[in-house]
């Protein structure tokens, strides 16, 4: 773990596209993974991401840091993680929950998955279709007895014309 | 506070990748592409409504939702009709209508295990048959959570009356359990206490017929008691 006196670990993390990225151990530690390798004495060179592009790591690292900056303070970390994952497009944000998956980091597993139920609730289901390049494979018919089936989950939800 | 990056590859800020608004799209569905179970944790955060729903997006989806741990019976569409119903006539009406609901999602609902099943309408004791299916079907799946929620305005003499389990109402998954204005007898909640060792929250509002209740069991968890 963090050395006790004088500057702070800083650890190396290799994206699987081969981009390096410094941070400070005790912000990196919110991954349970990485945790888990500093604690088991992996932590001594370069640490290897391999399910993560350097994009992602990018943001996922300014997150890191941002949300350990905050003291003990839910309602703070609460507004940081809102204002984090406002201006992410969903690529982002789908490409972010893998990571924080593979990472085993719950604070963000949680603020991502609950953003992509927020945007996707209340839409038609065309809407969510063209928003998230979800291609309709069923035949209409096949289509027709699906929504047979879910009449119920219909009710209060505007037509869906699918234009 | 951006990433700092100590390769070459490029020197953008973080935030500079993440073009402002817009959901991606493009042809990709990256959300299709999730695995299973982060799919279904995030239906989880959605209604049983919504998180349904997504079974029309395309033949991936058809079956997902029914994997989400939480079965949340929430009838709201109803409670906007209240005011134009008496207690009773609303029974009449839609209380067949979502016995039917929740008799076909559970018919068709695959999660081996339940964080939560909850059913929230204005039920009385002539659901009893269904209702104590439910309640068996919830301690089969090892419900974390089951909750009753009959509305205070039933007439307390049609509560459904909460079964004396004898074999199934053992569970070591209940964490707790919420009874509003169903009955529940000394008997039940002793069966219950002594039965349920992980149990920490038991909830009884709204039944009149207490007399003599013991509180007692060999590994009691038990945090909060509220009857």
Redesign the interface.
Known sequence: MAAETGTPTTL?LKSN???????AESAAILSVTIRNMVEDGCAGGVIPLDNVD??T??????YM??IS?IPADEEKKKSYRDKFLS??????L??M??AA?YLNMSCL?DAV??K???????KS?GW???????????TPE??AA??E??K??????ETDDDN | ???????T??NSK??M???????????????????DD?LV???S???L??A???????????HLWKYIPFLKFDAD?VYKIMDHHSADELIEIEAPKYVE?VNSVIQSHKSPTLKQFKIHFHLDRRHTDAITRWIEFAFSRQAERLELNHESFVNPKRYYCFPRFHSFATSNSLKALSLKSVHVRDAAVEFILRNCPRLEELFVRYSHNFSNLEVCGSSLKLKRLDL
């Open positions: 190396t596209d081969d981009e390096l990225f410094s941070v350097g994009k790591l990018a943001s996922v690292i300014t840091n941002g900056a201006d992410k497009d969903f690529e982002t789908a490409d929950v893998l998956n597993m998955s609950a992509i139920a927020q945007v996707m609730e209340k289901v969510v279709r063209r928003k998230f390049g979800i291609e309709n494979d069923y096949e289509e699906v929504k089936e879910h119920w989950t219909f009710e209060g939800v | 506070m951006d990433a700092n990056r100590v390769g590859h490029s973080p935030e990748c993440d073009k402002a608004g817009y959901l991606g799209g493009k042809d990709d569905d990256r959300l299709s592409k999730l695995p982060i944790d995030i239906m955060r959605m209604s409504k919504e349904a729903r997504t079974s029309v997006l395309s033949s991936r989806w058809k569409n609901w």
